[in-house]
Nanobody, 118 residues
Framework: QVQLVESGGGLVQAGGSLRLSCAASGRISSINRMGWYRQTPGKQRELVASITNGGSTNYADSVKGRFTISRNNSKNTVYLQMNSLKPEDTAVYYC????????????WGQGTQVTVSS
């Protein structure tokens, strides 16, 4: 099992930047992919960005060119650098890890609030 702890959320003005961090612990070797999702009230959780063990990245169209996902394997930490933030980026952001032992499973962090004021 993998445990995820997020940090770095907060309140920022439109056009500003924030960096989210997600520290993983537990069965690190089973992690196949990590990513960030976000959710607003009444809507489904949506993928923001993901990164594989090989470093391949994937972004939602709405954040391409503004957000960057990266990982520091020595610290078992994934980051989401968010620039040029917009009010529509306001959401609870969740860290996700996809692990594989005998099957693929999802692990989630507790979520961190990001609020962008106009």
């Amino acid at each position: 099992q993998v445990q995820l702890v997020e940090s770095g959320g907060g309140l920022v003005q439109a056009g500003g930047s924030l960096r989210l961090s997600c520290a993983a612990s537990g069965r690190i070797s089973s992690i196949n992919r990590m990513g960030w999702y976000r959710q607003t009230p009444g809507k489904q959780r949506e993928l923001v960005a993901s990164i594989t063990n090989g470093g391949s990245t994937n972004y939602a169209d709405s954040v391409k060119g503004r957000f960057t996902i990266s990982r520091n394997n020595s610290k078992n930490t994934v980051y989401l650098q968010m620039n040029s933030l917009k009010p529509e980026d306001t959401a609870v952001y969740y860290c996700n890890a996809v692990t594989f032992v005998t099957m693929f499973q999802d692990s989630w962090g507790q979520g961190t609030q990001v609020t962008v004021s106009s």
